[in-house]
């Protein structure tokens, strides 16, 4: 009599192996891709809160978004010493700044789900280091003391400089030049790539400059991300969100190829180094000039 073979060869076995390694093949890229296309309408819908604060932020005062930031002395859009006038001190302590009061759920709002506010430098926050201990930083501290959450950075967007202060409505001209080094002074017209829109938050590459850097502003070399498949989600002024790689291809789009204009013929940087001079003060952006 014989006896039923009970379990699988080591042939069938190593079937259904190939089999199962066939399926997490073709399966696992568009697991992938799904996830990251749920992290990206995160990332577009945190943008847009963004875009809707600043504009309900206008309501409120004349028409205008709030300031980017100061040098003199250090306040930014995000925080701010409680005396605006002075800096940082025992009797002037760091209070968050008025972008905080238009927005909710703000561990959310700043953080891409992609990038999680990580740095890939040394910025975690202990506050007696640098950065954080550098007087251009000791705004910031507001955030820390509301928002002890794990991170190394607080914002994974940030604010373009020259885009300070704009007046809703406004029809400055916006361009990108195209040049791979932003060099040579403003580009010619057809080196020019038009936007449109005025931008005004952008995400921000981390290794260039949003972790070394952190201070919230977008200018001179910060680099455009490109977490996105190869683009980055930007909120512009009348509150709509596109992801833009603005003719990225090859080439590293940074704040000094960002350019305005108030009719077109004249070019000017719209965000040169933070605190350059000349600066980018509150509502240079509705008549720019150098």
């Not at 010493?81 to 759920?105: C, E, H, I, Q, T």
């Not at 975690?124 to 509301?146: C, E, G, V």
């Amino acid at each position: 009599m014989r006896t039923r073979r009970s379990g699988f060869t080591l042939v069938e076995l190593l079937l259904v192996i190939a089999i199962i390694a066939l399926l997490l093949a073709i399966l696992l890229p568009s697991l992938a891709s799904a996830r990251e296309a749920g992290r990206a309408s995160v990332c577009s819908n945190n943008t847009r809160q963004m875009g809707i604060a600043m504009n309900a932020y206008a309501l409120d005062n004349r028409d205008r978004i709030w300031e980017a930031g100061s040098t003199a002395p250090f306040r930014y859009w995000h925080s701010q010493p409680k005396d605006p006038r002075r800096s940082v001190a025992p009797d002037n302590p760091a209070v968050l700044g008025p972008a905080f009061a238009y927005v909710s759920d703000y561990t959310s709002v700043w953080q891409c789900p992609t990038q999680r506010r990580r740095a890939l430098s040394s910025t975690r926050p202990d506050l007696n280091t640098a950065p954080w201990s550098l007087p251009k930083f000791q705004p910031q501290r507001a955030i820390w003391d509301m928002d002890p959450s794990s991170r190394d950075i607080n914002f994974d967007y940030t604010m373009i400089y020259g885009s300070s202060g704009v007046r809703m409505g406004s029809t400055t001209l916006i361009a990108i030049d195209t040049r791979g080094d932003a060099a040579g002074g403003p580009p010619a017209d057809a080196e020019r790539q038009a936007v449109n829109g005025i931008p005004v938050f952008v995400e921000e590459d981390d290794a260039q400059w949003n972790g070394p850097v952190p201070d919230g502003m977008f200018s001179n070399t910060d680099r455009l991300a490109d977490r996105h498949s190869g683009q980055a989600y930007v909120a512009f002024l009348d509150g709509s969100v596109i992801p833009v790689d603005w003719g990225r291809k090859d080439r590293v789009i940074t704040a000094n190829h960002m350019y305005a204009s108030s009719h077109g013929t004249r070019w000017h940087q719209l965000a040169p180094s933070f605190g350059s001079n000349p600066g980018r003060a509150y509502g240079w952006i509705d008549s720019p000039r150098d």
